[in-house]
């Protein structure tokens, strides 16, 4: 199941014509098409954000059962690592995560989500204008440490790692995944070096 940045609900591969149309619309589309317009808007992302957050009972399940997430943004996105593991605290069975344009999730933000075997991460960052000057990110390796041996594609376009943080993480991937494994990398844009690709 993932909730698609459009608005419409998507059952493996195929948009929900309920939710798509309005009626018996269900839970997970209406919560991530709010999440999505929050994230992208300032007025509605500070009153999310200025309400306290209750501390989770044991019994509370999240999202348990969740398989895909896209709050995928093209613009400017208010979405942070606390708020992201708010949501997925109980995302277990995550395989694919969508973050294009959340421009301030970090790596050790990432690596604290409870799905220890997600195959899809689209991280790039494609819509430049918005930018600004992103500061410097810091430790992907902390991503290949994690998901290295599950992951088949990872995207993170034009994000601001250092070329030494590249040349670390891609020398530690062959050491966590089988060769076949990882499928799609898309490092448009990053500072990677040829010599961090041998």
């Known amino acids: 199941m993932e909730a698609s940045s459009s608005g419409g609900l998507v059952q493996n591969g195929r948009a929900d014509d309920d939710a ?6 269900n839970g ?11 994230a992208s808007t300032l007025i509605l992302w500070r009153k999310v954000t200025h309400k306290p957050i209750r501390k989770r009972d044991e ?3 999240g999202f ?9 943004n093209t613009e400017y996105s208010y979405m942070t690592d606390q708020v992201l593991l708010d949501i997925l605290f109980g995302s277990t069975k995550l395989r694919v995560l969508d973050l294009r344009g959340s421009t301030r999730i970090t790596t050790s933000g990432l690596a604290q989500l ?3 075997k997600l195959e899809c991460l689209f991280w790039g960052q494609y819509f430049t204008k918005n930018l600004g000057f992103p500061s410097v990110k810091k430790n992907l390796h902390l991503l290949m440490e994690k998901w290295g041996q599950t992951l088949q594609q990872l995207d993170i376009t034009n994000q601001p790692f250092t070329e030494a943080d590249l040349e670390v993480a891609l020398s530690f991937l062959p050491q966590v995944t089988d060769a076949d494994t990882l499928l799609s990398l898309n490092l448009s844009g990053t500072r990677i070096t040829p010599r961090a690709l041998r």
């Open 114 to 116: 409870p799905c220890p």
């Open 20 to 25: 798509a149309s309005g009626s018996g619309e």
């Open 28 to 38: 997970v589309g209406r919560v991530c098409r709010l999440w999505n317009a929050a």
């Open 59 to 61: 019994s509370e399940a």
């Open 64 to 72: 348990p059962l969740l398989d895909e997430f896209c709050i995928a």
